[in-house]
């Protein structure tokens, strides 16, 4: 059960908008800042958005976060066939004194 | 360009140890904090452990608290995961990860490393 809530699944058609959802609590979300992770097949996990919705040099800005009260949001527009990947969440947890992700949601292209 | 190189991981049995190093180049090793970050089979990702530029801020995930040792030698530009009371359940990539955040609080892993495998079984 991961700290950080996520929906295992989310998908679209190239060319549309996709959001994923990330819910938290006071101690996470509701006060720290809210991180988003790319991971593709087989590969590492990459940075894509930070500090709730600054992205790292590189990210296209099709990529965009944004956070309220306790909740975060990832948003792809227009997607792509290459955006296929699980998408984490990440938050520090000041009750826990922990770094916690949510439990990653897989995008599909249709 | 910043590296980071695991290695040290492999099959081990339950209650064995095991010590993952992590190689960075690339950066001012010694100015930034490092992470684990684990990811067993098929799930989702779980920091591990925290450590400040100079060893003296640490944090751990209460699942390896007790049992796992985070360490860095800043003249080696090498962090290190000593690992002890292996369990089933420790199966997983394990990842070092670059902290850049200015503080000790975040989530903010801006480089990784490919990952080691460490699979404990009997």
């Known amino acids: 059960q991961s700290v950080l809530t996520q929906p295992p699944s989310a998908s679209g058609t190239p060319g549309q908008r996709v959001t994923i959802s990330c819910s938290g609590s006071?101690?996470?979300?509701?006060?720290?800042?809210v991180y988003w992770y790319q991971q593709l097949p087989g590969m590492a996990p990459k940075l894509l958005i930070y500090?709730?919705?600054q992205r790292p040099s590189g990210v296209p800005d099709r990529f965009s976060g944004s956070k309220s009260d306790t909740s975060a949001s990832l948003a792809i527009s227009g997607l792509r066939s290459e955006d296929e990947a699980d998408y984490y969440c990440?938050?520090?947890?000041?009750?826990?004194?922990?770094?916690?992700f949510g439990g990653g949601t897989k995008v599909t292209a249709l | 360009e910043v590296q980071l190189v695991e290695s040290g991981g492999g099959l081990v049995q339950p209650g064995g140890s095991l010590r993952l190093s992590c190689a960075a180049s690339?950066?001012?090793?010694?100015?930034?904090?490092m992470n684990w970050v684990r990811q067993a089979p098929g799930k989702g990702l779980e920091w591990l452990s925290y450590?400040?530029?100079?060893?003296?801020?640490?944090y751990y995930a209460d699942s390896v608290k007790g049992r796992f040792t985070i360490s860095r030698d800043n003249a080696r530009k090498s962090l290190y995961l000593q690992m002890n009371s292996l369990r089933v359940d420790d199966t997983a990539v394990y990842y070092c990860?670059?902290?850049?955040?200015?503080?000790?609080?975040?989530?903010?892993?801006?480089?990784w490393g490919q990952g080691t495998l460490v699979t404990v079984s009997s």
């Open positions: 690339g950066f001012n090793f010694n100015g930034y904090s």
């Open positions: 450590i400040d530029y100079n060893s003296r801020t640490i």
């Open positions: 990440a938050a520090w947890d000041d009750s826990l004194s922990a770094a916690v």
């Open positions: 990860a670059k902290w850049g955040e200015v503080g000790p609080t975040g989530a903010y892993f801006d480089y």
């Open positions: 500090r709730n919705n």
């Open positions: 006071s101690s996470n979300i509701g006060s720290n800042y």
